[in-house]
């Protein structure tokens, strides 16, 4: 059996019942074939087992107590995946279907998105099944508390810095972090999207969302277009959607959808952005009042069906596998000609396959989303050296990086002779800078 086989068939032997984690690993490792057949010394350095295997899964009880004196009990997570090149780096993901197959997928494809950004940072993700929807602010602070009193023991500055995700927005790294540093007396850049009044960067809220549409804005210049005119569809409403949307439309797009968990909006004028963050950032509702807010928009409950609005650009900014084989089928019929996944790994194994095969131009989400973790390396930075940049400074940073992680993956695809292909574009360029300081470091 060739050794990518080999290493996927005891993988998924070893680690049963997580279809996340062997989803990830497929299409990462296949895409690495290349690099793999150039390197016989890997295979004998077993370095892909190596690869695949977290350094340290750290596992804990959270229990709090509600508003009504109730005691609950969550999981907590945090996976150390790989400190090749950096210490950990990679989010907090709070939302109840979270468990150890996603919080694994999620730190694997870290590794070589945090290569991709050429920043010194290692991969990591971790998170709880906790469920933020419905909790008062103090309900909130309580589980922050309770978890940050394990994980402290466990991250640092140059140990593990972890970031938000799903669930983890600017309110609850406060309160994390306030924590962390009442137990340590510290106040080090230990977690990143921090508030700008204590160590945090500008352009971090922004960075994922901007970053995606750079580089597909990139993408689309490299092929003598761009975002002008375009009708876009943007799943999700959360952080990296509603970004996505900003910078967008900024760049003279029409964003006609946008959903939540619940069902999706239809506004064929373009979508009202201000109405949006009302909703989702300050009144914490549901996205179906846009519909009672803003005339000639439709509501449409579930979310499948946003796929089936014709659009040029999808950008999927919710969470995995939304894009399935058929609704990926239905957005090429309807002449979609670029997919950039703001969400990590939005599309399933088949989706990819449909949209290669047509000739979509697909930028796969540990390329296409790594602006938020570059610009969160870029808080480290600002972090260790006391400093505080600019706006305009970050964000030519960011659109710098975006731009590079753009044309280092089709330098990649180029060079392994799989030309226009940047899902292995994006992994082997990601994987060479791991894999040489794996191999430097000996067998460890
Ligand atoms: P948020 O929590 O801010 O927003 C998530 C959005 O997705 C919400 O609109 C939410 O709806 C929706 N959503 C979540 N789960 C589901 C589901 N199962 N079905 C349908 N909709 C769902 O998260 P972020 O915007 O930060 O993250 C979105 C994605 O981007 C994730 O995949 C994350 O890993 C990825 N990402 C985020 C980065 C960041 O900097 N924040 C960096 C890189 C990647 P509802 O409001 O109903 O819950």
């Not at 998924?12 to 997580?18: G, V």
């Not at 290669?356 to 930028?363: M, R, S, T, Y």
Request: hydrophobic share 40%; aromatic share 8%; proline share 4%.
């Amino acid at each position: 059996m060739q050794y990518v086989e080999r290493v996927l068939a005891e993988l998924k032997e070893k680690n049963p019942n997580e279809p996340e984690f062997h989803q990830a690993a497929t299409e990462i490792l296949n895409g690495l074939k290349p690099v793999i057949e150039k390197h016989p010394e890997y295979e004998k350095a077993a370095l892909l087992e190596r690869f695949v295997e977290p350094e340290r899964v750290i596992l804990f009880r959270v229990p709090w107590v509600d508003d009504k004196g109730n005691v609950h009990v969550n999981k907590g997570y945090r996976v150390q995946f790989n400190s090749a090149i950096g210490p950990y780096k990679g989010g907090l993901r709070f939302h109840p279907s979270v468990n150890l197959s996603i919080i694994k997928f999620l730190g694997l494809e870290q590794i070589l998105k945090n290569s991709l950004t050429g920043l010194p940072i290692g991969g990591g993700k971790g998170g709880s099944n906790f469920d933020p929807k419905g909790k008062s602010d103090n309900e909130i602070m309580k589980f922050c508390q309770s978890f940050m009193t394990e994980l402290y023991r466990h991250i640092g500055q140059d140990t593990d810095v972890p970031a938000g995700d799903i669930g983890v927005g600017g309110r609850e790294i406060g309160f994390l972090f306030g924590q962390y540093k009442r137990i340590r007396d510290e106040h080090v850049g230990v977690l990143t999207g921090r508030g700008l009044t204590y160590g945090g960067s500008l352009v971090r809220t922004e960075a994922t969302g901007y970053g995606l549409v750079y580089i597909t804005a990139e993408a689309l210049k490299a092929r003598g277009d761009s975002f002008e005119g375009k009708t876009v569809v943007i799943s999700g409403s959360g952080n990296v959607a509603i970004y996505a949307c900003q910078k967008a439309q900024q760049l003279g797009a029409k964003v006609v959808a946008m959903y939540d968990s619940n069902g999706y909006i239809y506004d064929p004028k373009g979508i009202r952005l201000d109405v949006v963050k009302q909703i989702k950032e300050v009144e914490r509702a549901r996205i179906k009042e846009y519909a009672n807010r803003v005339k000639g928009a439709e509501y449409h409950e579930g979310c499948k069906g946003i796929w089936t609005i014709p659009c040029d650009i999808a950008l999927p900014c919710a969470t995995q596998n939304e894009i399935d084989e058929v609704s990926a089928k239905a957005l090429v019929k309807n002449g979609v000609k670029y997919v950039g996944e703001g969400a990590n790994m939005p599309s399933t194994l088949e989706a990819i396959e449909v949209f290669q095969k047509a000739g979509v131009v697909f930028l796969p989400a540990k390329a296409a989303n790594a602006g938020g973790v570059a610009t969160s390396a870029l808080e480290m930075a600002q972090s260790s050296g006391r400093l505080f940049w600019t706006f305009e400074e970050v964000d030519a940073k960011l659109k710098n990086i975006m731009v590079n992680i753009y044309h280092n993956m089709d330098a990649a695809a180029k060079e392994y002779g799989v030309e226009g292909d940047y899902v292995a574009g994006a992994n082997i360029a990601g994987f060479i800078k791991v894999a040489n300081a794996m191999m430097a470091h000996g067998i460890v």
